[in-house]
């Protein structure tokens, strides 16, 4: 009976946003302000120049590790460890789909400890909380260029 392999945690999601791409990969891609999209579970910081630093209280025992940032506005991806990192890692992509609407998709690899089931809840969340900053957004900006009446 063989168990699952560390570097065989990974999860994938996608989840549709209401605005157009661009909107959301600068939502995403705005390192200092991770925090506002993201679970409380998980404490997250900027520890230097593209560099966060991942905080996973409450386990067996707290996880804190240093990962390297790749933001890619062409592709308009982020990249977050490397092949070499067996956890923590992943990518979460931006997609074109109208001019009012795109998807993120995340790949991710979980912290060492984890279930699939605990992973899979905090994507969750963070796409939940994704799209609710993306849709308010959407709706400021529309407010703010609303012509007077």
């Known amino acids: 009976m063989g168990g699952i392999r560390r570097k065989d945690l990974v999860l994938t999601r996608s989840r549709s946003m209401p605005a157009d791409a661009e909107a959301v990969f600068d939502v995403v891609s705005d390192l ?6 993201l ?7 900027l520890s230097g120049p593209n560099l966060i630093r991942l905080w996973f209280p409450g386990r067996h025992t707290d ?6 940032v790749t933001v890619d506005w062409d592709r308009l991806r982020i990249t977050w460890g490397s ?3 067996t956890s923590c890692s992943g990518t979460l992509q931006v997609l074109r789909l109208t001019p009012d609407r795109s998807a993120v998709s995340v790949r991710l690899t979980g912290p060492p400890g984890a ?5 899979d809840a905090w ?3 963070a796409l939940d909380a994704l799209q609710t900053v993306v849709a308010a957004e959407s709706r400021t900006k529309q407010a703010v260029h609303q012509p007077a009446r």
């Open 115 to 119: 279930s699939m089931s605990s992973v």
């Open 123 to 125: 994507v969750e969340a």
């Open 39 to 45: 679970p409380d579970a998980v404490e997250v910081e």
């Open 63 to 68: 996880v804190d590790v240093e990962r390297r």
């Open 32 to 37: 200092d302000n991770m925090t506002t999209w």
């Open 83 to 85: 092949e070499t990192t």
